[in-house]
Each structure stands twice: as structure tokens, then as C-alpha cells.
């Protein structure tokens, strides 16, 4: 692939009352005061008296929205026409009349040597920015670029973006910014947050601690819950739920935690029915590693016909769309630190749907059973009376323990690689760490609940225990206990990161054990995620010969069979 030079997209500019010079008077002069006045500039149309103005331009000129310059470009107009704050400089010119003409190279050279924004239509090498296709609803807006490679595209694709997005989405992005204003007013320890680097700007996508565990004692953490949970609104509702947002939502957000009182349905009403027929039934179903594609039948039967739909925060967003608009949903609560009681929330939430003589769907990511805390749930609904076999159903899912590795490429089993596959979590009942397993060559071990504390992880694999230092007591000799212990893994066994499996953002990291801590900490966060690490995470995909830390490989289109490209003959 050709190389495009850096990325190009790194800042939006506050220009309310900056000054632009706008050189030309053809209509792409027009269109470029048009853009000036909708960002709060104001232009300053350079061109002389004699000039021949589009019909667009006179009439912003008559409405003395454009200030006119009836004279030919001189070098000394970029100096003096800006404001007197920044010592009269223009804040930026648009050239409108192409590359070929003299003065349009003359323009670009002068600007760039005062350092002033240049953009020359039809010649990103004279230009110094490039102008956005941009779609805008309130605080939200959404830029494209082709770097000058082909506007009409960049329209065409601006349009398809903007399309895809829900309606009110804006206005979302308004009330979020409401709550996190008033938290960070109301939360007095909030800095304490910030300086740890977990809150920044738009930049920034999620750093490697979003996750982080928080235990009980860590008392600032707790008093900080509230610009936790509105980052994990931010990260993991849907985004059309997002967008129907309401007031009452906001208001809940902004609660206290201490009583853990149930939280709203999102945007809809979840009261049970007052006048309840019978008792109702809890269904426990997997939602696949993320993609709706990977859902089994009866639990997109289930999704169909459910009164309520309680789901886990990681359930992806194309799952939650096909649950029915009539059917009031409800997201757990759940980030670092508040897990059980978010857990317990569930639970009584749908205890009490099924009371009223709903059928309940606990929609959980994965398979219900393998680290879904599936099996506790139907204790405790057993224990609440729903005896019955027929009152809680559980419905198998593809657990990302073996769809992930798969879907990176990786065989979990290979013959003459791995014959083995262990699933493990990363993180054990309270934070504390499980018992690592031991190495072993032919083995391919998938850790879930891993990525928040890799580096720690990884002390536990590459090397003893101080528990297992203790082990073994004074009999028998050191030779008796070196052969006790448990086979440590070597730091360059191959590994591999898999995140938002199936998703269209899927990402792998490729690594080493010796790296791939300093691997996602450099390249960040994108829950959820999981550790595959064995032989097999290099069996389809070698190590790169150029001597690399990692590789990342980003997006996914392995469910997508449509025909990638079609004739224009066949259109």
C-alpha cells in the first residue's frame, strides 16, 4: 500500500473572531466565506473592483456578512488585515484560484514562511491544512478528509456516516456533558481521577487502566463511582440508547451510589405489572463473543419474546438492536469497584420481573457458564423459589475462549504445536491473583479478565510465586523442591491480545510475554479483551522478520460474504 504521508486529523480550531482572507471571487469564494461564518470567523474577500462576483457572494456582501477588499493581493495584506491581538496576522487564507496560477504558489509561500494557515484549492502540496467534510449536530461533529484526493468522496462518505448515526445523538453528547460538569463540581476528589490520567480528552481513546480493579479498600476510588460509571455509559451503552437518553436518566446518573437503589431502564419504562398473573421465568442466554451473527437461534428467540432484557455492560450494541423497541432494557451498572453490588442489582431487578409474571432474559456476553457467573445466579434464583425446571432456562453462547483465538487467526490446537487448551481468569474472587498455571509446551492457555492487570500477570507466569518460594518446607533437600515447583513459562513465548472480538473493531496485538505488557500500555484499551498465549499464536503468523516489539492488526470482516467489489457492469 502507498504511503500517505502522516495522519493529518489532529485538532479542531476555536475560530470565533478570527480573520480569514478569502482570495477570488468565482464560487468556490462564496462557499469558502459560507464556511468561514458557520465556524464564527470573519472573512475578508480579496479580489479587485473588477472582478466579476457569483450572485452568492454579492448577496453576502449586501447583507454585510463579508468584508470586501477591492484590491489586487499584496504580500503585505497577510500582516495587516488580522486583528490587533495577534499583532494584525490573518488567522488564514483560502486560495481559490488553483494551482496554476502564479500567485496561488506565491500565496502558499509567503503564508508558510509567517507560519499562517494556507489552503490552495486542487494542491495539498501548497496547502498546510486541508478543509473537513464535516456533519454537525450540536456538540457533536464529524469531519472527514481525503487529503485532497477526492472532495466529492469525502462528501459521499461524510453523508453515509452521518446516516448511519441516531437521531438526537447531539443533544446526547449535550446532557452527558451536563452530568460530567456538574460531577466534576459536585465530586470534590475528582482531581484525583484526572491526574491519574483516567479522564482526558477526545484524543484519546481508552487508556490500559479504563478497567483497572478498584477493591474495597481503595476508599478515593469509591467516592469517585460516579465519573466511573458515566465513563463506562460512555464506552459500553449502544449508542442508539445513548441517543434517547432522557432527563430521568441524567437524574439517576447523578445519584448517589450508597443505596444502590435499581437504576432506570434506558429510555424506556421497566415497572413491572401491578396485578401480576403468575410467576414469570428468568432465562440465562449467551450473546456470543460480540458479532449478532454468532447468535444461536433460541437465544434470538428469546431476545424476540422477553418482557425485560437485563444485559451485561459488554454485550455489544449489535446485539442489543435487535431487541424490540417495545422492550424495556436495562444495562448493569457494573465498573471497577461496584461489580457485586451492580450483581446483586440484577438479580433482584429480575426477581422481581419475574414475580410480576414476566419472562426475564439475562443476556450475558459469551456462554453463561464460562466465567458468566451463570452458575451463581441459578443458585440464587433456585434459593428465591424458582424451582421449577421449566422457570429458569439457560441457553448456550460462543465463548470468546475459543471464538477469539479463532477469529485472530490462532489455532488454539495445531497438531504437532498444541495439544491442549486451558481456559483460566486472570483475576480471581476480590482482585486476588489465581493460581498461575505451569508451562507446558503443547499447551495454548486463553486468560479471561487479564488485560487490567497484565504485567502483574505475567510476574506470575515467568516466575515463582513468593507463596510457592514458601512451599515445600525443609525436607527433601533443594533438588526435591526444584522439582516440586511449577515449570515457569519463558519470557519469549509467543502471545497474543484479542479485544472486541467479531466486532468491527476488533484489534490484535501480536507480542511476546517479555512485551506485551508494554504493549498495552502503549496502545491502550479496548474492552473486552482476553490473553491467548502459547506456541499457537505463531503458527499462522511467524514473527516478524523486521524485529518488531508487537504488531496490531485493527478491524474485522470475517462474517462479511458479500462480493467485495462489483462490476460497474453489473450495477
Not at 478528509?145 to 449535550?174: Q, Y
Not at 432465562?283 to 458479532?291: C, D, K, T
Not at 496502545?523 to 516478524?544: I, M, N, Y
Request: aromatic fraction near 4%; hydrophobic fraction near 40%; proline fraction near 7%.
Amino acid at each position: 500500500m502507498a504511503s500517505y504521508g502522516p495522519i493529518s486529523l489532529l485538532t479542531a480550531t476555536d475560530a470565533r473572531s478570527h480573520v480569514h482572507l478569502i482570495v477570488g471571487s468565482n464560487p468556490l469564494a462564496a462557499a469558502r466565506c459560507g464556511q468561514s461564518l458557520s465556524t464564527g470567523a470573519s472573512p475578508i474577500l480579496l479580489a479587485p473592483e473588477r472582478a466579476e462576483l457569483h450572485y452568492t457572494l454579492q448577496k453576502r456582501l449586501d447583507d454585510g456578512e463579508v468584508k470586501w477588499m477591492k484590491e489586487d493581493f499584496r504580500d503585505d495584506h497577510l500582516l495587516t488585515l488580522g486583528r490587533e491581538e495577534v499583532g494584525h496576522i490573518v488567522d488564514a487564507v483560502f486560495v481559490t484560484s488553483g494551482p496554476r496560477e502564479p500567485l496561488s504558489a506565491r500565496i502558499s509561500s509567503l503564508c508558510k514562511r509567517n507560519r499562517i494557515p494556507v489552503n490552495v484549492v486542487d494542491a495539498p502540496q501548497l496547502c498546510t491544512f486541508s478543509l473537513l467534510s464535516a456533519h454537525v449536530d450540536g456538540p457533536l461533529q464529524i469531519g472527514i478528509t481525503t487529503n485532497g484526493r477526492g472532495c466529492k468522496l469525502a462528501s459521499r462518505i461524510r453523508r453515509e456516516v452521518a446516516a448511519s448515526l441516531p437521531p438526537n445523538l447531539g443533544s446526547a453528547c449535550a446532557r452527558l456533558g451536563d452530568v460530567r460538569r456538574k460531577i466534576q463540581e459536585e465530586d470534590h476528589l475528582l482531581h484525583m481521577a484526572l491526574a491519574d490520567g483516567e479522564d482526558v480528552d477526545d484524543s484519546i481513546d481508552q487508556l490500559a487502566s479504563f478497567n483497572k480493579l478498584v477493591t474495597e479498600a481503595d476508599l478515593d476510588a469509591a467516592k469517585n463511582r460516579r465519573m466511573r460509571w458515566l465513563s463506562q455509559v460512555c464506552e459500553y451503552w449502544p449508542l442508539k440508547r445513548l441517543a434517547a437518553i432522557t432527563d430521568d436518566d441524567v437524574a439517576t446518573i447523578l445519584k448517589s451510589y450508597e443505596d444502590m437503589g435499581p437504576a432506570e431502564s434506558i429510555g424506556r419504562s421497566a415497572t413491572t405489572d401491578s396485578n401480576p398473573v403468575g410467576l414469570g421465568r428468568i432465562i440465562l442466554a449467551g450473546s456470543g463473543p460480540g458479532h449478532p451473527d454468532l447468535l444461536t437461534r433460541a437465544t434470538y428467540k428469546a431476545i424476540q419474546c422477553a418482557d425485560l432484557v437485563l444485559a451485561d455492560k459488554l454485550v455489544p450494541s449489535g446485539v442489543l438492536d435487535l431487541i424490540p423497541r417495545r422492550t424495556p432494557v436495562h444495562i448493569a451498572r457494573k465498573f471497577p469497584g461496584n461489580a457485586d453490588a451492580a450483581q446483586a442489582e440484577l438479580q433482584e431487578t429480575a426477581l422481581a420481573g419475574v414475580r410480576a409474571g414476566k419472562t426475564v432474559l439475562r443476556l450475558k456476553q459469551g456462554d453463561p457458564y464460562v466465567y458468566g457467573r451463570g452458575g451463581e445466579e441459578v443458585e440464587y434464583f433456585s434459593k428465591e423459589g424458582c424451582l421449577a425446571p421449566d422457570r429458569v432456562v439457560v441457553l448456550p453462547g460462543v465463548t470468546s475462549a475459543l471464538s477469539a483465538p479463532l477469529f485472530a487467526a490462532i489455532p488454539a490446537t495445531q497438531r504437532d504445536v498444541a495439544d491442549q487448551v486451558l481456559v483460566c481468569t486472570g483475576t480471581g474472587k476480590k482482585g486476588k491473583p489465581p493460581q498461575p498455571p505451569e508451562f507446558v509446551a503443547s499447551r495454548t492457555v486463553v486468560f479471561l479478565m487479564a488485560l487490567h492487570r497484565v504485567a502483574g500477570l505475567v510476574d506470575e507466569l515467568t516466575a515463582h510465586t513468593e507463596a510457592e518460594k514458601g512451599a515445600g518446607g525443609s525436607d527433601g533437600g533443594e533438588e526435591k523442591k526444584e522439582k516440586s515447583r511449577r515449570q515457569l513459562w519463558p519470557r519469549d513465548t509467543p502471545c497474543a491480545v484479542v479485544e472486541r472480538a467479531s466486532c468491527p473493531d476488533q484489534r490484535v496485538i501480536r507480542t511476546t510475554l517479555a512485551r506485551v505488557a508494554e504493549a498495552v500500555e502503549h496502545e491502550g484499551s479496548r474492552p473486552p479483551g482476553l490473553l491467548v498465549v502459547g506456541r499457537a499464536c505463531e503458527f499462522l503468523h511467524p514473527p516478524d522478520p523486521a524485529g518488531r516489539p508487537w504488531s496490531v492488526e485493527d478491524g474485522f470482516r470475517g462474517l462479511d460474504f458479500a462480493p467485495e467489489v462489483v462490476g460497474l457492469g453489473g450495477l
